[in-house]
């Protein structure tokens, strides 16, 4: 039996999180003491740590929550994991593309500012001017 606190130091999951896990059905709600304090044994510790890994790659709680049941059911075909780790996939490479291009733009704006004061620096001006139409200047 592990306590709340236990269960943190053990997955590195913030107290907080694993009762909003708890709330959001991701955990089963634990068997408490007389004292009230919560009681988990080793199957939520194992949830928990499967959450905690997928939260780590990205994952939203809502497919979480949909691989969460897929693996209460062994005999099922993983097509429906899958889908979700590939979807997830396609997702993060997204992420990524769109941070190649935010990488190109800032090494563009700091490559040309070679002012010596804020009124010639060319980040500032590049920024200010983002965005406007011709004509707008």
């Known amino acids: 039996m592990y306590s709340i606190g236990d269960l943190s130091r053990k997955t590195g999951v913030k107290i907080p999180t ?9 955990i089963a709600a634990p068997d408490r003491t007389q004292g009230n304090q919560r009681r988990y044994e080793r199957p939520e510790l194992e949830r928990l740590s ?17 691989l969460v049941d897929l693996s209460q059911h062994p005999e099922k075909p993983c097509s ?11 997702s993060v490479r997204a992420k990524i593309a769109q941070l190649k291009k935010l990488e190109h733009e800032l090494e563009r704006i700091v490559s040309h500012c070679a002012g010596h004061t ?4 060319y980040v500032i001006r590049a920024l200010s001017d983002h965005g406007l139409c011709e004509g707008e200047h």
């Open 118 to 121: 804020v009124g010639d620096c």
């Open 50 to 66: 499967f959450i905690r890994h997928a939260r780590d790659l990205g994952l939203s709680i809502e497919a979480i929550r949909d």
């Open 18 to 26: 694993i009762r909003y896990y708890e709330q959001m059905g991701l």
């Open 80 to 90: 429906d994991a899958d889908r979700i780790a590939t979807e997830h996939l396609g």
